[in-house]
């Protein structure tokens, strides 16, 4: 029994510490983990150089294609999985074992000093199976103005220890930045994006290419900065990727093809850019970057007739990505929301056991038993709340971990226990503050089917609230809906002035926050998404035509003078005006047919079912709503849904 009770030991022991060594067929100097070198002597003025010493060799010896490198970010999320805060020391063996986590087999510890103009870096290198030194590496130079040129001199090194050839093609400057102040700037930019503080990194890669504005690498960390915080179609965004592609060509290639992949993503050239992530995963499938980016691409392509098949590798590739890296924040973001849209209780999507995704709606598919629907839903709601809880557990100062607790826990049915977790995080002097906790709460008491109290505690926020409470540095993007939810139940409750003040709070905090997005930016007396959400309102209340004919007329000019590309995404922002003015008098269709000949699409059927109900002809006006309307319409403005079943109720 104790022989049975030592072997069991002895076999979670090896199970804890990996493979002995590298797959066959592995050459273990083609697979290498940098750790931040040390400061010998504690020299404030070249500390940069410790996190800088993993991004500056790391992507040197990137250019041999044949080499596995741990590039510097998935470096941050090992130490942070090991419990390493930055500075710690960094042992042999927890080396070892940061490396067997990375999948690489060889490892590198360093040190630095600096003496008058000289650098000295030392380097000891080690095979992590054995745990035995290969070889040990010193380099001095002058780095006094500019160390890269001699970390460009212990990259040879290790390349010519890899059996790579060491006459590198492009040096550490070349492939970055003639500027020293820049390519520090972009160092503390990255380590920003690391610990998400994504204000900061805009900050500091905004000022990175300020001083160098063919900074490849610095534009692409800028546009991903820019769409986490801001959306894929804010404008700076979209310039900083197009100047990250202009300037691509001196990258290693793993860094070209990310910054291509990501181009085809923002550029809506869905299709291509899943093909380049898949691409990069043949090649390494231990890239978590390129396991998010496959499934964000999936995820967001809004082509209808292969939902189903593209939401099953969107989830799969998250799931991947958090298993590679499991402080992946984004990759928590997307699961979550796919987990909410599979929790409703008539879902468009089926969530099966295999972690395959059905798309209900999708044409010819027969209908779903109502007891499988139902179990769906369940595993749905389990599996939301699990990740949630995961996420928080992994990052438990993270808001948008802890509202997604919150909402899993409303989706499941756990109201009592949504409404303690906030009750939690209002008494919590690190979250107390938090401007948008009451529409959060409100969003749990209308789930809850107590809509007289959650206008209350909307209404209550609105006496003392004001745009400036809201910090983008610590709120997520949602918050934005969170107001606009509150406003939606303000009207619902009557209260339709303080409504428009809810949509207003809505309206500038976007545009404060998203200023680079097209609704953010100004039609006449109010953003475009001001008029959007003010055209709802009015429609929803039944307001006269003069309101609605003047919202619809700022954003219709807008759109006249607005170049071909953007004209009708422009009039988009219109179409509830124009369809307001079409409900009151359905004999006036000129705002309807001004919206078709700006872009915006031609009307679905319920509208013409609307106007032959006004004719009297019901029997017309339900064979028209029994036709069906094209997907993109849909897609682009999923409220004609709710129109839809309030025209229905008409007719039928």
């Known amino acids: 029994m104790a022989a049975l009770a030592l072997i069991t030991m002895l076999g979670f022991a090896l199970s804890r510490v990996g493979p002995t060594g590298p797959p066959p067929g592995l050459d273990p100097r083609h697979s290498l983990l940098i750790l931040p070198f040390d400061n010998l002597r504690d020299d404030p003025v070249v500390e940069w150089l410790r996190d800088g010493s993993v991004s500056m060799l790391a992507l040197t010896l990137a250019q041999w294609r044949d080499l596995f490198v741990v590039d510097h970010e998935r470096l941050h999320d090992l130490l942070a999985r090991r419990g390493h805060q930055e500075g710690d020391p960094i042992g042999l063996d927890a080396a070892r074992h940061i490396a067997r986590d990375a999948g690489a087999w060889t490892v590198v510890l360093g040190e630095f000093s600096q003496n008058g103009d000289s650098l000295r870096l030392a380097a000891r290198v080690f095979d992590v199976a054995s745990g035995n030194r290969v070889d040990a590496i010193e380099v001095a130079g002058l780095g006094a103005i500019d160390a890269r040129p001699v970390f460009d001199a212990l990259a040879a090194r290790l390349l010519d220890l890899s059996g790579a050839p060491s006459n590198l ?24 994006l690391g610990d998400w503080k994504l204000a900061a990194a805009d900050s500091l890669l905004s000022r990175a290419v300020d001083i160098d504005s063919s900074f490849a690498l610095a534009h692409y960390k800028l546009s991903l900065t820019r769409g986490w915080l801001h959306g894929g179609q804010d404008s700076i965004g979209l310039q900083a990727i197009q100047r990250a592609t202009r300037f691509a060509a001196r990258l290693p290639e793993h860094e070209r093809a990310m910054v291509e992949a990501y181009r085809f993503f923002l550029e809506a050239d869905y299709d291509r850019g899943a093909a380049a992530y898949r691409t990069l995963l043949a090649k390494d499938s231990l890239d978590a970057d390129a396991w998010y980016g496959l499934g964000d691409v999936t995820f967001h392509d809004p082509d209808l007739a292969t939902l189903g098949p593209r939401m099953t590798e969107s989830l799969g590739a998250f799931k991947r990505a958090i298993a590679l890296d499991p402080g992946y924040f984004l990759a928590y973001e997307h699961l979550e929301q796919m987990y909410r849209l599979a929790s409703r209780r008539d879902p468009d999507f089926i969530l099966l056991p295999d972690d395959s995704v059905l798309f209900r709606r999708a044409p010819g598919r027969p209908a779903m038993d109502t007891v499988e629907l139902a179990r769906a839903v369940i ?11 995961t996420w928080l557990a992994h990052q438990p100062g993270n808001v948008q971990a802890q509202n997604a607790v919150v909402r899993a826990l409303s989706v499941a049915q756990a109201h009592a226990a949504a409404l303690a977790e906030l009750d939690r995080m209002a008494a919590d002097p690190l979250s107390a503050d938090r401007a948008d906790l009451p529409f959060l709460r409100a969003q749990v008491l209308a789930a809850q089917g107590n809509l007289t109290g959650a206008a209350r505690t909307v209404a209550d926020a609105m006496d003392s609230i004001d745009a400036r409470d809201f910090q983008r540095s610590e709120l997520p993007i949602e918050t934005v809906s969170e107001v606009l939810n509150g406003a939606n139940l303000l009207a619902y409750s009557g209260r339709v002035k303080l409504a428009g003040r809810g949509l207003d709070l809505a309206t500038t905090i976007g545009a404060t926050w998203m200023p680079g997005i097209l609704g953010s930016f100004q039609a006449g007396d109010r953003t475009l998404a001001g008029h959007l959400y003010r055209g709802h309102l009015l429609m929803s209340v039944g307001a006269p035509s003069a309101p609605l004919a003047e919202t619809w ?50 009307p679905p059927p319920e509208l013409a079912a609307f106007a032959a109900l006004d004719r009297g002809d019901s029997a017309g006006a339900r064979h028209l709503l029994e036709a069906t309307a094209g997907g993109e319409v849909y897609l682009k403005r999923p409220a004609w849904l709710v129109y839809r079943d309030m025209i229905s109720a008409e007719i039928w």
């Open 169 to 192: 093609s492009t040096s550490l400057t070349g492939a970055t930045t003639v500027s020293l102040t820049a390519y520090r700037d972009y160092l503390d930019g990255i380590r920003a």
């Open 379 to 389: 595993r749905a709601r389990a599996e939301g709340l699990t990740t949630a809880r």
């Open 553 to 602: 007329r700022q954003v219709a000019e807008r759109a006249r003078r607005a170049p071909d590309p953007s004209r009708k995404e422009i009039a988009h922002y219109g179409w509830p005006a124009a369809v307001g003015l079409f409900l009151g008098d359905p004999k006036e269709g000129r705002s309807l047919t001004e919206l078709e000949a700006l872009g915006g699409g031609a």
